[in-house]
């Protein structure tokens, strides 16, 4: 096996043992020491993406959506997915975009949301929205950046934080 160079970045399918629950401890790790968030946050992940998995062994195939990694040297530090939007038919959901800060400033987390979407245009979804908090400023500008435009905003307890829940969308 050829060693990879250091500072080596890659994006590929989740589909290794572990990446699931790798991308679901950075979310409880990271969420929790850069916003504040609890033990909830990396649930809610684990839950979405342990949901993801059981429908795709259910159904055959890739058609409930896809989870993606972001790897450096080796080491999962981000992921990115795409779900079948349930509160909108015909459209994608994107879900756990997330990348550790010793990742940031690779356009990683550009190229973990341009898979996303490519596949959300493969699946000629009308479009793809998402839902996030306030408050994660680099997220919400490579969203804007990427089309995405706010559509809901409204006070909610999430994570054990009082916060604003917000809904952004993107026609494609």
Do not use: N
């Amino acid at each position: 096996m050829a060693a990879t160079a250091p500072g080596s970045a890659t994006v590929r399918e989740a589909v290794r043992p572990g990446d699931l629950g790798t991308v679901a401890a950075l979310h409880g790790v990271l969420y929790a020491r850069e916003y504040g968030t609890d033990e909830t946050m990396e649930a809610f992940v684990a839950a979405g993406m342990a949901e993801l998995v059981l429908a795709r062994a259910r159904e055959g195939g890739v058609g409930p959506g896809r989870l993606w990694v972001a790897e450096l040297d080796g080491r999962v530090v981000g992921g990115a997915g795409l779900v079948r939007a349930d509160e909108r038919p015909g459209w994608g959901q994107l879900r756990w975009v997330l990348l550790d800060p010793v990742a940031r400033g690779r356009g990683l987390g550009g190229r973990l949301l341009e898979t996303a979407l490519e596949e959300a245009r493969v699946r000629a979804y009308e479009g793809v929205l998402l839902w996030t908090i306030a408050g994660l400023d680099a997220a919400h500008h490579l969203y804007a950046k990427a089309g995405f435009e706010l559509t809901v905003s409204r006070p909610a307890r999430r994570f054990g934080l009082d916060t604003v829940e917000q809904r952004m969308d993107l026609r494609l």
